[in-house]
Every structure is written in structure tokens, then in C-alpha cells.
């Protein structure tokens, strides 16, 4: 058999690995090390199972994944969210559908500091959603704003996808974090738009809440001044060049202790709480790397990715028809697959066809990034509104789903405006110093 069956064969057989719920890491491990023997020979896949492993963890740049994840554990258990809300609540949430618009907010906010979806929906959803109930918000708008407002939690630097998608890659983390900064901002205001334009059209779904005093909003910035300051100092420092990503993460991880030590919220069981997490969060991701890279070498080996993009580009299919389908490819792989599988899975097949295409490669990790967002709150699997739904267990799981409706319409614009104009993302990239 050609190495291009072989390839398809080794591809068909992880398929079938996932669906009988094997751990992906190990699915890619095992299907990249037995290819790599059949195409190599059994020394040479030892050699390259023995090295990937210490190679990955050794690897001093990847230090920022543990770091960022324990940054992120330290912001969530000190609540900084609640206090985020807090201000936004008395700073908008007045107008039309103000409180949903307050929750979008303050996830974006919260998502630069953990940057995680999945403990942004569930904070969110224990502090947003009460609010809103006793307003009585609809409960799609309600709980449908909660699980799409956690969502930026992958988009908003820092992100560990966007991580995976620059290690994967080799192209540069601090860049693809500066990246997703505007299409993060677009995104939010485009999520806050929607509400605005459902609660106006329907003011039964969302009613204003209650005006505050300029020096009761001037006193809620107090309590959210540090947050602010560990952001600005992050993203500031990588996009200058003051920091490296890996020391810019050390900061942040500091920064976050020294706020939860400040605030009170930080003893030995939150300590270690947030260590666990880390430890947790770290060995799930490491493992799925290892198993990524160890499958990556039998696909190089196979000369699928080299083939497939080969092949596209000779058939002259328009390049912009072609990005199109791989976007639709990854929403439709969202339905069945959670967000980082795809990205370790598809990503090094579907690379090399972009580059071929022409299109930049930040760009495209802003890009494949939002379509995992989508996969985040697409059902059956849409694993923030299993997470939210564990936290208001009183709404169904299908009022959850329907309230993401508009929000999923709405990713699909933000995907549209970022294709049409692919400054938005790659602006502040190209400007950065360092």
C-alpha cells in the first residue's frame, strides 16, 4: 500500500478509537506509533516515542501553558468575577436587555484573566443568572448570554488554544495573543449588539435594570482597579516586548496570588485547590500534545497534508471556497468533538493547505479559533451549556440551547467580518514591538 492509504487508513482508525471514547491523547499516540512502524520501521518509532515525550515536557517555552492555567486557577478562586459584574451591572445595566449586556462584559473581562470558557460559564452562571432571574429575563436570553459570553475565554489573550495552535504550528505565541485582542472586543460588542437589538424588539425578554449614582459606578472601578492592572500589565508587557510569553505568564500568575492575597480570598485550601487544578488542567494538555506530535510525525510520513494541499491547489478552486469549507469542516466537527481535540487533530492536515493558499497564519489561528468557540455551545456536545445547566439546574438543557441561537448567528458575522477583513486581527500584530 501506498504511505497516502496507509495515511487514510491510520486516519479511519482514530475515528474509530474516539468513538469508542478512548482518551485522544493515547487514540493519537497508539495510531501514530504503530503508522510510523509500518512506514519506518520499529527502531525508528521507539526512538521517536521515547524522545517526544521528554522533548515536550522539558521544553521550557511550554512553561507558559502551566503558568497562564495557574494564573487563571488564582483569578477564579479569589471570584474577581463577581466584582467585574458588579461594576458593569451599575454601569449599563440600565439600558435594554442591560444585565445580559453586563454578563457579556464581564466574561470578557474575566476570560483575560483565566482564560478559560468552561469556569467563566460556571461563575457567570452562578452569579449573573439570579440577577437576571429576579428581573424576570427570559430564560434563553438569561442563560443563552452566560454560556456564549464564556466562550471568549478562548479567543481573549490568554488563550490555550491559541497556544496549542502556535505550538502545533511554530509560529509565535505572543503575536497570535495580540491577535485575538480586537476580534475578541469585536466579537464581545457584537454578542452586547444582539442583546441590545432581541431586548428592543422584545422588551419582555430583558427588562433595564436600575440606575445607579455616577459616584456609586465611580466607586464600583475601585474594587476592579487590580484586574485591570494584571491585564494591562500581561498583554502590555507581550505586546512592547518587555515580556516573553513564558515570563509575561509568570507575571500574571504572580500578579493573580498577590491580588487574591489582597483581597483576602487566598488560604492553604484555595493554595491548593488551585494547584490541583493546575496540575489537573497541565497533565490533561501535555498528554494530548505528546500524542499530537507522535501522530504528526506518521502523517509527515504519509504525505497526506503535503498531498491533500497539492492537490487543492492544482484543481483551482478559489482559495476563499476553500477556507470556507474548512471552517464548516470544524463547525461540523464541534457537533461530536470537543474544541481541542479538533485543534490537535485537524490542524496539522489542514495547515500546510492554508499556507499553500496564501492566507497568514495568525490570521488563520484567530479564525479556526473562533470556529472552536462555536463548537463550545454547539450541540450535542456544546460542553459550556453541560457546565452551565450543572449550575441552573432548574432551566432544561434545550431553553439553553435555544438561547445560544442568536449568539451562534452572531460568530458566524464576527467569522464573516474577520475574513473580509483580516486587519482587524492581523493590525496590532504587525505593530508590535520586540
Request: net charge positive.
Amino acid at each position: 500500500m501506498s504511505p497516502e492509504v496507509i495515511g487514510l487508513l491510520g486516519l479511519l482508525v482514530l475515528f474509530i478509537l474516539l468513538a469508542m471514547r478512548m482518551q485522544i491523547g493515547f487514540a493519537m499516540a497508539l495510531v501514530g506509533f504503530v503508522g510510523f512502524i509500518i512506514l519506518n520501521n520499529f527502531q525508528a518509532a521507539m526512538g521517536v516515542l521515547g524522545l517526544e515525550p521528554f522533548k515536550i515536557t522539558a521544553d521550557y517555552t511550554l512553561s507558559v501553558i502551566p503558568l497562564f492555567l495557574l494564573m487563571g486557577e488564582f483569578a477564579n478562586e479569589s471570584r474577581m468575577g463577581a466584582e467585574l459584574y458588579d461594576m458593569l451591572y451599575k454601569w449599563i445595566g440600565f439600558l435594554p436587555g442591560g444585565l445580559a449586556m453586563a454578563t457579556v462584559g464581564a466574561c470578557a473581562f474575566f476570560a483575560a484573566i483565566t482564560g478559560s470558557s468552561l469556569a467563566t460559564a460556571a461563575m457567570f452562571g452562578m452569579i449573573a443568572y439570579p440577577e437576571m432571574r429576579n428581573l424576570n429575563y427570559a430564560e434563553t436570553l438569561a442563560t443563552g448570554c452566560i454560556a456564549a459570553g464564556g466562550t471568549l475565554g478562548i479567543l481573549i489573550p490568554p488563550s490555550s488554544v491559541l497556544i496549542i495552535y502556535g505550538i502545533l504550528t511554530e509560529q509565535s505565541i505572543a503575536r497570535l495573543f495580540i491577535a485575538g485582542m480586537l476580534p475578541g472586543i469585536l466579537l464581545a460588542l457584537i454578542f452586547m449588539g444582539t442583546i441590545f437589538v432581541i431586548t428592543k424588539r422584545r422588551p419582555e425578554l430583558g427588562a433595564p435594570g436600575p440606575r445607579f449614582t455616577i459616584k456609586e459606578k465611580v466607586t464600583s472601578l475601585k474594587a476592579t482597579w487590580g484586574i485591570i492592572l494584571l491585564f494591562i500589565l500581561v498583554i502590555g508587557g507581550l505586546y512592547t516586548g518587555w515580556f516573553t510569553p513564558t515570563e509575561a505568564a509568570g507575571v500574571g500568575a504572580f500578579g493573580a496570588f498577590v491580588l487574591a492575597l489582597l483581597k483576602r480570598s487566598m488560604g492553604w485550601k484555595t493554595l491548593v485547590a488551585s494547584l490541583k487544578g493546575t496540575v489537573r488542567s497541565t497533565a490533561f494538555i501535555f498528554g494530548i500534545l505528546i500524542g499530537a506530535m507522535v501522530f504528526q510525525y506518521f502523517m509527515t510520513l504519509s504525505q497526506i497534508p503535503e498531498k491533500l494541499a497539492s492537490w487543492i491547489v492544482m484543481i483551482g478552486v478559489g482559495r476563499y471556497v476553500v477556507v470556507s469549507a474548512i471552517i464548516l469542516a470544524f463547525m461540523v466537527m464541534g457537533c461530536f468533538m470537543e474544541g481541542l481535540s479538533i485543534m490537535f487533530l485537524a490542524v496539522p492536515i489542514v495547515y500546510p493547505i492554508v499556507i499553500r493558499l496564501g492566507f497568514d497564519p495568525i490570521w488563520f489561528g484567530v479564525i479556526i479559533t473562533l470556529t472552536m468557540e462555536m463548537s463550545l455551545i454547539t450541540p450535542p456536545v456544546g460542553v459550556n451549556v453541560f457546565v452551565l445547566h450543572g449550575v441552573v439546574k432548574d432551566v432544561p438543557m434545550y431553553t439553553i440551547f435555544r438561547g445560544i441561537l442568536p449568539f451562534w448567528i452572531a460568530m458566524i458575522i464576527c467569522i464573516i467580518i474577520l475574513i473580509v477583513f483580516p486587519q482587524i486581527a492581523l493590525f496590532l500584530p504587525n505593530t508590535m514591538m520586540g
